[in-house]
């Protein structure tokens, strides 16, 4: 059987969920392997989220909030911005696939980016296979079910 | 180290300060921390190339307080640490005195301005082997960085040194004594241990002094001190920020520039 990737996307309620939903209501058609966490803020994105999407399964992350100026909150997408920095970098050096990590701001607007993303998220992830690695750290007790 | 020993008396006697941490001779030819509340013990300090630990952890412990103001026996790292526990509100202006021996003797710090122009002057920045170190590592390949630390994290026993030995370390409840919801799983297990070592490191950005006493705490020796490396060099490259050489900087993760990169966002 085809693999088919697991993807968790955290994003903001004000801009990427909505824009999420315009997708919808636009009748566009996109990969359904995303599983939407909705947040209120990518401020409130710990990076313990990115690592708890990998404990649960997930092949591949996305992280998605207001453009820079567009928060509703005035500044939480650029503080989330600087944790990005820090975090992908500390990824990085310990050799987590940062390539399975998505960033991106979609504003309430980019219904049709929000298809795109998700689109290339998929096909890139589907390409890489299944998270086997990061998942083979997990005790069998712990690991979650991966259902097809 | 007469010099220590007289000043910690006169600082002792004046009653300008209550305890003087610094080192005494252990056993086996080690040092250890020492806790002088008395002139007639500052005898017992010492002060060689033995006398690395960072002892800025000790000055916020609760039964450390409760003893009054301490005057502290610093390395340049621990003076940074200081500096560092200042900006984030643990210390206030006067409450520690820093004896910072130097080639050229011996150096009283009162204020924070004083310590801020010393430890400005004394920062050296990591060592060009320390640099080396992390490079072999970064620049290996991805799944060979991965090999790398799973076999550093899984010879974790999590008996939590690190966080012990970090003067920075100074949460009351800390995350991974947290079980509702669980964070970070407890067994020493390799998922587990990475987990910890991530946030670990994550909760130290920005804020790590380059002390490296978590590497040395570290009974089964994993260089977690590259993780914090990786990190405050990130930080000092993309933001500008050190942490550890000014009492009232702010943290490098709450606060942000509108210049921020954002290269690697859709």
């Keep these: ?148 | 180290m007469t010099g220590l020993r007289e000043r910690a008396k006169s600082l002792l006697e004046s009653g300008r300060v209550q305890v003087v941490i610094g080192y005494e001779e252990g056993s086996a030819g080690r040092v250890r921390p020492a806790f002088v509340r008395h002139p007639t013990q500052a005898d017992t300090l010492v002060f060689d190339d033995r006398c690395v630990q960072n002892l800025a952890v000790y000055p916020l412990k609760p039964e450390v307080r409760e003893l009054g103001t301490a005057a502290l026996v610093a390395t340049p790292a621990a003076l940074r640490a200081v500096l560092q526990l200042a900006a984030e509100h643990q210390l206030r202006e006067g409450e520690v005195v820093v004896l910072l021996p130097t080639p050229g003797g011996l150096k009283v710090l009162e204020s924070f301005s004083q310590m801020e122009e010393e430890a400005k002057m004394s920062f050296q920045g990591p060592s060009p082997e320390e640099k080396s170190r992390v490079e072999g590592i970064a620049t290996l390949p991805r799944e060979a960085r991965w090999e790398y630390w799973q076999g550093q994290f899984s010879r974790c026993i999590k008996c939590y040194a690190c966080r012990a030995a970090c003067p920075l370390c100074y949460c009351s409840q800390c995350i991974v004594e947290v079980n509702q919801p669980q964070w970070i799983p407890v067994l020493p297990h390799a998922w587990g241990s990475m987990e910890w070592h991530l946030v670990r490191a994550m909760h130290l950005a920005g804020r790590c002094v380059d002390c490296k006493e978590c590497a040395r705490a570290c009974p089964v020796g994993i260089p977690v001190d590259l993780l914090n490396h990786v990190l405050r060099e990130e930080i000092a490259s993309q933001f500008g920020t050190r942490a550890g050489l000014s009492a009232t900087a702010s943290y490098a993760l709450s606060t942000f520039d509108r210049r921020d990169r954002e290269d690697f966002i859709r």
């Design chain 1, 1 to 148: 059987m085809e693999f088919e990737p697991k993807i968790i996307a955290l994003v903001c309620t004000w801009c990427t969920y909505a824009g999420a939903d315009l997708t919808g209501t636009s009748r566009i058609k996109y990969a359904p392997q995303v599983r939407v966490v909705r947040v209120p803020c990518t401020g409130r994105i710990d990076f313990m989220y990115l690592l708890q999407a990998f404990n649960q399964g997930a092949d591949g992350v996305i992280v998605s909030g207001c453009h820079p100026a567009d928060c509703h909150y005035t500044s939480g997408n650029l503080h989330a911005r600087r944790r990005w920095i820090v975090f992908r970098k500390l990824m990085d050096f310990v050799g987590i696939d940062t390539r399975r990590v998505f960033f991106a701001w979609v504003s309430a607007a980019e219904g049709a980016k929000w298809a795109q993303l998700v689109n290339d998220v998929v096909a890139t992830v589907r390409q890489l296979g299944p998270y086997e690695e990061y998942r083979s750290l997990i005790p069998a007790h712990a690991r979650p079910e991966v259902a097809a």
